[in-house]
């Protein structure tokens, strides 16, 4: 699969594997992977992951994308890997998530292959029967473990399990298919408005530009110990793995438990780089767990996906003393992160023009920016963030998705964020979004997809928003109608479609909605309302 090359640049001749290759260089015999007390050595990483990847070479449509249905398990990273050296793109998909969406990921990616870890295969069978592929690699599941609908799903393609793969010393010398640095590395898939995944395809030289401009930040170095917290799901994940990889560095997996006790698994780990969405330090700082110097050790700590706080940059700091901490903006669409702020606790942020959260910063090398009035007129100070360079996809896996996303300027195409920004002279700060686009645990969400579900499965109206409270910000909804729904069973029947970051925290039935001027729902009156029910606990956003 090949990205549309009008909208990425080509970054040198690197694929996203090469860096891999160097940190396997630089560190053959040290830790790459470390999960608990089990842990990989770069070149049993390098092994087994050219063994699944020659299988499904072997077996499979080649280029075509590799799904990898794993939550923090071996088969999470190396089954990344091997998606890589087969020459095809990697899809991750999550376990937790309805067994509905992840068939609709398959079909909509074009899967031929599925990489599934052992507490994954009970779900093979349902998630295949819509979605059939070529081949299934179940590399630690032995076949009498499999589901016994497992085959007759499948149909004609090809089952290897633990017992049927080559072992990892049969294929030493296999080598990736050749590729090009705009073939497609990885597809995520994002919330969309239309109601359904919205995939995004990020190349390979998307992803080696990004490393470009962050590595020489961070100085990686064969002794670092990397966290790993955000699911692979996530394109923030790609911020922790591949930079430890490139530098020779170890990819230290958290549980959500374990990553909500930092200071232990900083020194259970002995973590150097910490990298997590600034809600979970800011619940830290809510509960007051970290005490002054408990994180020691940290020499980097970067926050992404979300508002940081300048109360909870300060807080953090104070934990980790020894280190530097990093802020960075970038929807998936520009490939992880964008923008960088290096916070210094000695900065004067007082002034309103900062409000109380942390600078996004400038700009990666080689990307450029420019703001946009609400008449679509270039700005000065403030307004829409819209962005170009290497680090920009190049469209939407559904091109009917790419409509009002991008601008032509100077002969050029840009990609519109959609998020506020003012600047200011330590750079921009984040306003917010110009759209029903909110965050949610650092994961995007578009509330008409939200909205959308609740229709079908409720049969009447609904309304989204989302609420900033003390707990972080949490969706809210009303469902509308003259009849009160089964919410139970509502509840259970929304689940069975919507990953758990997506499901509304508050559910609430309305016989008569509240009109505006206009006649229609007024969401205001609504929001209002939500505030009052939840004791004033919160504010609803926009």
Known sequence: MRADPAGIPPHGARMLHDWFADGLARNPDGPALRILDRSWTYTEVDGTARAWAAAIHGLGEPGAPVAVLASKTPEA??????????????????????????????????CGSVIA????????????????VHVVLAPRTERAALPAKLPTAVGGARVLTADELPDSAATPDWQPPTGTPEDIAYILFTSGSTGMPKGVPVSHGNASAFLAASLPRYAVRPDDRFSQVHETTFDLAMCDIFPAWAGGACVCVLSRLQAL??????RRYGLTVWHSTPSLARGLQRADRLAPGSLTGLRQSVFAGEPLLVDTARYWQRAAPDGVLDNIYGPT????????FRWDPGLDLS???????????????GMEAMLLAPDGSPAEDTGELVMTGPQMFGGYLDPREDEGRFLEHDGRRWYRTGDQVRATPHGWVHLGRKDAQVKINGYRVEVGEVEAALRD?????????????????????????DTEPNMAGLAERLADRLPP???????????????????KTDRSRLREDAVRRLGHEGEAKP
């Open 77 to 110: 990273y190396l089954g990344l890997l091997a998606a890589l050296y087969a020459g095809a793109p990697a899809v991750p998909l999550n376990p937790e998530n309805p067994v509905a969406r992840n068939a609709s990921v398959l079909r909509a990616a074009g």
């Open 117 to 132: 870890a052992p507490d994954a295969t009970g779900r093979l069978a349902p998630l295949l029967e819509s979605a059939p």
């Open 261 to 266: 006790d930092p200071a232990r698994w900083v």
């Open 333 to 340: 669409e520009l490939t992880i992160a964008c923008t960088e």
């Open 351 to 365: 002034s309103p023009q900062y409000g109380a959260t942390v600078p996004i910063g400038r700009p990666n090398d």
């Open 457 to 481: 499965t409720s049969g009447g109206d609904a309304v989204v928003f989302a609420l900033d409270a003390p707990g972080g910000t949490r969706l809210v909804a009303y469902l509308l109608g």
């Open 501 to 519: 970051y997506m499901l509304p925290r508050h559910l609430w039935w309305l016989p008569d909605a509240p009109l505006n001027a206009h006649g």
